[in-house]
């Protein structure tokens, strides 16, 4: 493998000191240029940003900031071990008049903002085969062998450390039942509550949680929607329901964005409790914050009556299949029973290894270098919107991968997703993730995956289809 100890020169970066932009987009825009023409090619590595200050006489803070632009837009990757490389996905242009390079297209769409999805480019390889490594050289052997369906005792009190220091939770290691992600969570959930004479659950309505409406209606619940509101859901509709189950995305509403209040949750929980009811919080992206301060899990406020979700596929990859569920006391036996009925229980050197990954910090320094990836993802959105189409209204931007933009009334969602996808642009909208009755047009605008320059491509062909819907 190459290593990063070639010379500054080699870049042939110039400085203009006197050209009032700022040292950094200098920088940037001579890499970039130099991909473009071709003279630095698909996994050439970079080098280090302080061997590259010392050859360019600047503070090592300015290269460091080029190289995040670069890696955020896609033309760069960064490599765990301080390596960075040109991106496999950006190909050289033809020529020097050629079109600037785009990210890897979604088959179909030139662009696809394609919601519910993370950058899977950038897991921590090198820290996971570390943890890995350590797994397998230090795990005693009984280990290795059948377990009962809670998982392993080591994740089980790392997650536990985490989610109490990170998401105000109160976990204890002995409630912790480890699933293949949240949707078999769930569904050793809807198990457990039919078993025990529930007859029907409640979901947010708009929300994605196909998992559950699909599983319970084939369990034989009842599913019903409450209604959402920009403050999350509707805690006086949740009342009248007669629910014996809630799911709620508290933190950050599935797609709308609203984050429940401190008086709405405390409704909830007092709902809960005469009702001997079960509240399931899916708390799928809560470490994505960029503009507020971290909203803390319900599980927290009442451990008998939370039922508190999560996974690593927003963190770390969809692939790991790993997520974990925090359950009341009186339901642990009776899920981790039907895990095993389901597979016998999940990968013990998968869960060895995210608790050992855990264990040493690596996943909050992951989640470190990710957030401003993400945010800079995000504004590049809110910046395309407010120049192409700022008659949209942008809500849940404060948080997560994903932003929902209303639709004025006189455009129709399904009309406007239709003539995007004529012009090339993959997008969703609201409607189709509403359970019961209707309410206003909405756009999911998922960015996660888009380098910057292909989230202003794609609001540029959004509107230019929004113009075609008008003018027909």
Known sequence: ???????????????????????????????????????????????????????????????????????????????????????????????????????????????????????????????????????????????????????????????????????????????????????????????????????????????????????????????????????????????????????????????TGGVLSASARAEVIGWAQRRGAIVIEDDYDAEYRYDRSPVGAMQGLAPDHVVYCGTASKTLAPGLRLGWMVLPPHLVTDVAAAKVLADRGSPVIDQLTFADFLARGEFDRHLRRMRPVYRRRRDALLDALRTHLPELEPAGIAAGQHVVAWLPPDLDEAEVVTAAARHGLGIHGVGPYRIAGSGPGGLIFGYAILGESAIAEGVALLATAIREVRGA
């Open 1 to 255: 493998m190459r290593t990063n100890s070639g010379p500054a020169e080699d870049l042939f970066i110039e400085l203009d000191r006197e050209a009032g932009v700022p040292l950094h987009r200098q920088i940037g825009a001579s890499i970039r240029a130099s991909i473009r023409a071709g003279r630095l090619r698909t996994g050439a590595s970079l080098p280090p940003t302080r061997t590259l200050a010392t050859g360019l006489g600047v503070s090592r803070g300015v290269v460091v900031e080029a190289y995040q632009q670069l890696v955020a837009e896609g033309y760069l990757a960064s490599r765990s071990g301080g390596y960075t490389q040109v991106a496999a996905s950006i190909p050289p242009a033809a020529t020097a008049g050629s079109a600037p390079p785009t990210p890897a297209r979604s088959a179909g769409f030139t662009v696809d903002f394609g919601y519910g999805r993370t950058d899977v480019s950038q897991f921590p390889r090198s820290t996971w085969l570390r943890s890995v490594r350590t797994v397998l050289t230090t795990t005693p052997n009984d280990r290795f062998a059948y377990l009962d369906g809670r998982g392993v005792p080591e994740l089980h009190e790392a997650l536990c450390d985490y989610l109490n220091r990170v998401r105000g939770t109160s976990a204890v290691p002995g409630n912790v039942v480890i699933c293949n992600g949240f949707g078999q969570g769930i569904s050793l959930l809807i198990q457990v509550l039919v078993q025990r004479g529930a007859r029907r659950i409640a979901l947010e309505d708009p929300s994605s949680d196909d998992d559950a409406r699909v599983l319970a209606g084939a369990a034989g619940l009842d599913v019903v929607g409450i209604p959402v509101g920009p403050g999350g859901v509707q805690v006086d509709a949740l009342q009248r329901a007669d629910a014996d189950a809630v799911v709620l995305t508290p933190s950050h509403q599935w797609p």
